[in-house]
């Protein structure tokens, strides 16, 4: 289990982020995330087959395709994906590697950690980054439901 202190850090110092399995859809999660992310200045590189562009930024069809350094590997794929994205990630020289909200993987969590990568596994990094930065109401998280104002009704 990851601290603070080491979700923050890996926050703060790392700023380009390949993003394997980011949808097209805006209302899917990895691109709501992905959205906040680069939103929030980090440099996001889509990892997608199937795209040519997500998000206005150019799209590779894998890890390995992508030409310049990438920080964090962030997956949002099923568990079972998640071995070869990690061989990838190493093979790359990525510093850490995310899996998303459901997505563990202890065997790739391992193998990561043996090759001197950090991994962090069923987080968000849009949520983390919101809890611990304080944009927890930006984009998706405040609807505007909650008030410390006192109602002018009474509810009986």
Not at 20 to 49: E, M, Q, T
Not at 96 to 116: F, L, P, S
Not at 122 to 133: D, G, T
Request: hydrophobic share 40%; net charge positive; charged share 30%.
């Amino acid at each position: 289990m990851e601290d603070i202190q080491t979700l923050r850090r890996i926050l703060a110092e790392n700023k380009t982020i390949a993003i394997v399995g980011l949808s097209d859809k805006w209302h899917r999660p990895s691109n709501f995330a992905a959205k906040y992310l680069k939103d929030h200045g980090y440099k996001i590189i889509p990892v997608n087959p199937g795209q040519k562009e997500i998000l206005g930024e150019k799209c590779y069809p894998s890890l390995l395709d992508i030409p310049e350094k990438v920080d964090v590997v962030d997956i949002f794929r099923k568990p079972a994906d998640v071995p070869p994205i990690v061989d990838d990630a190493i093979k790359i020289g990525a510093r850490v590697v995310w899996m998303q909200i459901g997505v563990i993987n202890e065997e790739a969590a391992k193998k990561a950690r043996d090759a001197g990568l950090e991994v962090v596994m069923n987080r968000c990094m849009k949520i983390e980054h919101a809890r611990l930065f304080g944009g927890i109401n930006f984009i998706g998280v405040h609807r505007g439901f909650l008030s410390s104002k006192r109602s002018k009704w009474l509810p009986y």
